[in-house]
Each structure stands twice: as C-alpha cells, then as structure tokens.
C-alpha cells in the first residue's frame, strides 16, 4: 500500500517560508529554526526536505526565479512585435508590479550573495538567460541583453530614486536601446 504524505504542500511552505524569512530578516540572519516556525512545520521537517541550509536556499531561490520568470514573460504575452515589446518593456519597470518590496528585497539578497555561492550564481545566470531569451523574440542577442541590463538597473533606480522618471522618460530609453 502506497502511503500518502499528511501534508503535500509542506515542501512548498517551506520554501516560501524560506523566501519569506530572507526577505524580512536577510540571508544572514536565517536560520532553520525561524524557517520552521515560519511555514508552521516541525523543526525536523527542514532535514527530512532539504540535505542543509545551502541546498535549501538553492532551491529557494530557483523557485523565486522561476515564479518571477513566469510574471515576466506574461508582460510579454501577446507581444507581437519590437514596438510592442518596447512597451512591455516599459511598463514592466513603471508599473512595479513585479518589482513589489517583497520581490525586490530577494533579488538584493540574491544579488549581494551569489558570488558566494557558485550554485546562487548558477541560479541567477539561469535567470538572466531566461530573460533574455524572453527578450530575443523581438530582439538580436546583443540588444536583448542591454535591454535586460537596462530593466533590472532600471527597476532598481525606479524603486529607489527619489524622483523616478516620467513613463514617456522610460520608453524614450528603451526605445534607444533597442534602436528604435
């Protein structure tokens, strides 16, 4: 007889527990324990998963690529052409939907560690090539890749700056880049 586990998502709690505890606390301040508490699993529960604290945050931040990946190229859906693209690309960085504190918080936190970590670092590069590739349905390699240096330094300083720039600012930008 196959048994069935009593909780099926409890894998998935961890992990977004564990996106939620680095967002709120930082990389360096998790631990198992504040991870457990916060999907509401027993301690044990964070072994019985996951080989150790690297692997989790391996995985962690996969999954958070991977759901970001997906809001990215739903921007794009539809998207028939560069000018459109352009547009997409545009409100993709004005809109900060994608870009919510949450989500920015654990793209710094991503950032600030993954040259620590060989696997972060696979795990970003994998990312910017997902976007990219995204990008290169309108775009050559080249322009499809300053185009993705552009948004994420972009979404940075329109989070952060004082004064962010106009959206017509923004097209304005992207539509040099990408040589319209």
């Known amino acids: ?16 527990a564990t ?3 680095i967002a709120e606390h930082g990389l360096n301040a998790v631990t198992h324990r504040k991870i457990a508490s916060c999907a509401g699993v027993p301690l044990g529960s964070m072994t019985y998963y ?3 604290m690297d692997a989790l945050l391996e ?11 997906v ?7 539809g ?15 004005y809109s900060s939907r994608v870009t919510t504190p949450h989500n920015m918080e654990l793209m710094y936190q991503l950032y600030a560690f993954m040259n620590r970590s060989a696997s972060l670092k696979t795990v ?25 240096a552009f948004i994420e330094g972009m ?4 989070v952060t700056d004082r004064q962010p720039l106009t959206r017509e600012a923004l097209r304005a930008m992207v539509g040099r880049i990408a040589g319209a």
């Open 79 to 93: 998207v028939t052409g560069p000018e459109m693209a352009c547009e997409s690309i545009t409100t993709l960085i």
């Open 50 to 52: 996951f080989s150790g």
């Open 124 to 148: 970003m590069q994998d990312w910017m090539k997902t976007s990219q590739t995204t990008l290169e349905q309108w775009f050559d390699p080249v322009t499809a890749r300053a185009l993705d």
């Open 59 to 69: 995985e962690a931040f996969t999954w958070f690529t991977q759901q970001m990946s």
């Open 1 to 16: 007889m196959n048994r069935r586990p009593n909780d099926p998502q409890r894998r998935e709690r961890i992990l977004q």
């Open 19 to 21: 996106l939620d505890t």
């Open 155 to 158: 979404t940075l300083h329109f």
């Open 71 to 77: 809001q990215y190229r739903e921007f794009f859906a």
